[in-house]
Nanobody, 124 residues
Framework: QEQLVESGGGLVQAGDSLRLSCTASGQSYAMGWFRQVPGKEREFVAR????????SYTDSVKGRFTISRDKPKNTVYLQMGSLKPEDTAVYYC????????????????????WGQGTQVTVSS
């Protein structure tokens, strides 16, 4: 069974940067990041296609977050900059093996496997 190993969360101040990592056990069609605050639905953050590196972001993080992948390491990164208190959430990485994110990168059901989540807390 595939496993995703996430790391990089923590407590930072507003304006700081943080990098999340997620390593998969194999290659994929695409990988993405979502985040969730208690009591709210899981929210799409970013997604990258494994082959061509095409990326997509939710509007609230454009210009501040960058998603990238290291193909030999089967690892996806989320570089987060200019962090705001509203970025506080548990961040989850996810893998798409079947190409469903090509149509709907922002829908959780398009992904096949999820990581355990890593907490990001941004203080004001």
């Amino acid at each position: 069974q595939e496993q995703l190993v996430e790391s990089g969360g923590g407590l930072v101040q507003a304006g700081d940067s943080l990098r999340l990592s997620c390593t998969a056990s194999g290659q994929s069609y695409a990988m993405g990041w979502f985040r969730q605050v208690p009591g709210k639905e899981r929210e799409f953050v970013a997604r990258v296609e494994w082959s061509g590196g095409v990326t997509s972001y939710t509007d609230s993080v454009k210009g501040r977050f960058t998603i990238s992948r290291d193909k030999p390491k089967n690892t996806v990164y989320l570089q987060m900059g200019s962090l705001k208190p509203e970025d506080t959430a548990v961040y989850y990485c996810a893998v798409d093996h079947r190409g469903r994110t090509a149509m709907r990168p922002d829908v959780g059901a398009s992904y096949d496997t999820w990581g355990q989540g890593t907490q990001v807390t941004v203080s004001s």
